[in-house]
């Protein structure tokens, strides 16, 4: 009969250990199901963080752009005024000019 009683223990020890076994079992595969599910979670997070970092970039682009275009129109105008200017100071001056160098053209010295 102890011989029976010690195939009983080994029995219930077996079967004790097939049971821990598929605990750790179920243990690990909720384990990787939930670590699979945090990565696709994060990959989603850090890709809708890339996509909001790109938009703010496009928009800082787009008005960076915008001013620059409203510089150089703004440079263009500031440049046309500015040759106007000089036009009409030469047009003012341009007689005195011509009148002045005819006469020391014209004028002999000794």
Same mark, same amino acid.
């Given at each position: 009969?102890?011989?029976?009683?010690?195939?009983?223990?080994?029995?219930?020890?077996? #079967? =004790?250990?097939?049971? =821990?076994?598929?605990?750790? +079992?179920?243990?690990?595969?909720?384990?990787?199901?939930?670590?699979?599910?945090?990565?696709?979670?994060?990959?989603?997070?850090?890709?809708?963080? %890339?996509?909001?970092?790109?938009?703010?970039?496009?928009?800082? #682009? +787009?008005?960076?752009? %915008?001013? +620059?275009? !409203? !510089? =150089?129109?703004?440079?263009?105008?500031?440049?046309?005024?500015? #040759?106007? !200017?000089? !036009?009409?100071? =030469?047009?003012?001056?341009?007689?005195?000019?011509?009148?002045?160098? #005819?006469?020391?053209?014209?004028?002999?010295?000794?």
């Amino acid at each position: 009969m102890d011989s029976f009683r010690g195939q009983g223990g080994i029995q219930k020890l077996l #079967i =004790a250990e097939q049971e =821990a076994q598929d605990i750790v +079992s179920h243990a690990r595969n909720l384990k990787s199901t939930r670590l699979k599910k945090t990565k696709e979670e994060a990959e989603s997070e850090v890709g809708l963080y %890339g996509s909001h970092l790109e938009a703010e970039l496009q928009k800082k #682009i +787009s008005e960076t752009s %915008g001013s +620059s275009g !409203n !510089n =150089a129109k703004r440079l263009e105008e500031e440049t046309e005024v500015k #040759i106007q !200017n000089l !036009n009409e100071s =030469a047009s003012r001056v341009s007689p005195g000019v011509s009148g002045m160098l #005819i006469k020391h053209v014209t004028t002999v010295k000794n």
